[in-house]
């Protein structure tokens, strides 16, 4: 029935595709100029809306790189209350920056967390603040074409992958499938873990890679819950009641994930990136009190946890758990990206400190 009723909104999808082209044209053409740093600059993206992993694949390149590297993020901050440039710092909220980049100060605390709506401006104010930074990572900026990265990581969902959806708003596409052209590496990401060599292939051939790029599979990987609050770690028992928190694009790997490990699950659902009251933390605690097991846990994502942390007042007591996740590489390609990946870093010169654009745009 949704699937019919997307179809409804072919014509608008139309009018949205003119108007990607012709931006995409203008880029092409350099009538709008992107400009180039002489520094790395990496941007992890997707064509979609929400739910292929960028985040735990931000973290991925900062758990890979950080330890030979002083590395910033860059982030728009969606659903942040602010405006304009902001670094974090130790007193810094998600209000101020967003859920994301919060979670990124939280697990990294010697990166620099950065956010801005125009990364053209936000990158040398960055840099000014933190003039030994090596490597920015953009978060969500494959379509933020003022800046032209030097190395564009695309993501797509093994189940919606770019080359099967339509346009928005018919589809979950904010830019056309070509565009996935401009991107170095595609991963493919949320894989089922027994996905198979000749599945691989099947996809491969479907997305028809250039043969400048390197195509990954991924799949995801949960860790051992945490508690939100003291930090403890926590084995979930098979005879458990779990009540799910999540408000993420897609929480459906995560319900695949949960259902077999505990007895019975309910789940609490909000839109991506919520931001929750007072009267959400009650309805939290009202649907936990209505379960009737002695056994019983909330479980929510980093995401949702990084949210709810501004409640620690009411919600300290209960036993609320984070779960993280991460990407694991299959087909034993974690050393091959990684490869990929310095073979960019080390094209170019990161021990130059005058990171200026190469390009001015039209202003």
């Known amino acids: 029935m949704l699937k019919s009723f997307r179809y409804v909104l072919l014509p608008f999808s139309f009018v949205y595709a003119i108007i990607v082209t012709i931006r995409n044209w203008l880029f092409d053409k350099d009538y709008l100029k992107s400009a180039a740093f002489n520094f790395p600059i990496i ?14 694949m931000v973290e991925y390149l900062l758990r890979m790189l950080g330890n030979d590297y002083a590395i910033a993020t860059l982030s728009r901050g969606y659903k942040r209350k602010t405006v304009g440039y902001g670094i974090a710092n130790e007193n810094t909220t998600a209000l101020e920056i967003g859920d994301e980049p919060m979670q990124f100060h939280l697990k990294f605390p010697n990166v620099a967390v950065a956010v801005g709506e125009e990364r053209l401006v936000a990158i040398p104010q960055l840099l000014h603040d933190r003039p030994a930074t090596e490597i920015i990572i953009l978060d969500d900026a494959f379509q933020h074409r003022s800046v032209k990265a030097g190395l564009n990581i695309l993501l797509t969902e093994h189940k919606n992958l770019y080359s099967r959806d339509l346009l928005m708003p018919a589809g979950d596409l904010r ?5 996935a052209k401009r991107a170095e590496i595609i991963i493919v990401t949320k894989c089922n873990h027994d996905l198979t060599i000749g599945e691989r292939d099947l996809i491969l051939a479907e997305l028809n890679p250039t043969a400048d790029q390197t195509v990954f599979f991924t799949e995801i990987l949960y860790g051992r819950p945490y508690h939100l609050f003291s930090k403890k770690t926590f084995t979930i028992p098979p005879d458990n009641d779990l009540l799910l928190v999540c408000g993420i694009a897609n929480p459906e790997p995560l319900q695949e994930f949960l259902t077999p490990l505990v007895r019975s699950y309910d789940m609490l659902s909000f839109p991506d990136h919520h931001v929750f009251s007072i009267d959400d933390m009650e309805e939290i605690k009202k649907q936990f009190e209505k379960m009737t097991s002695a056994n019983k846990v909330i479980v929510t994502t980093e995401k949702d946890g990084v949210r709810l942390a501004k409640f620690e007042n009411d919600l300290q007591d209960y036993p609320i758990y984070v779960l993280p996740i991460e990407h694991s590489f299959m087909f034993n390609d974690a ?5 990929r ?8 010169n990161t021990g130059n400190k005058d990171k200026v654009p190469q390009d001015q745009p039209i202003i």
């Open 335 to 339: 050393a091959r990206f990684y490869e």
């Open 175 to 179: 830019d056309r499938r070509s565009s």
């Open 43 to 56: 941007c992890v993206g997707n064509l979609a809306v929400g739910g292929t992993g960028k985040t735990p």
């Open 341 to 348: 990946v310095q073979i960019f870093i080390s094209s170019l």
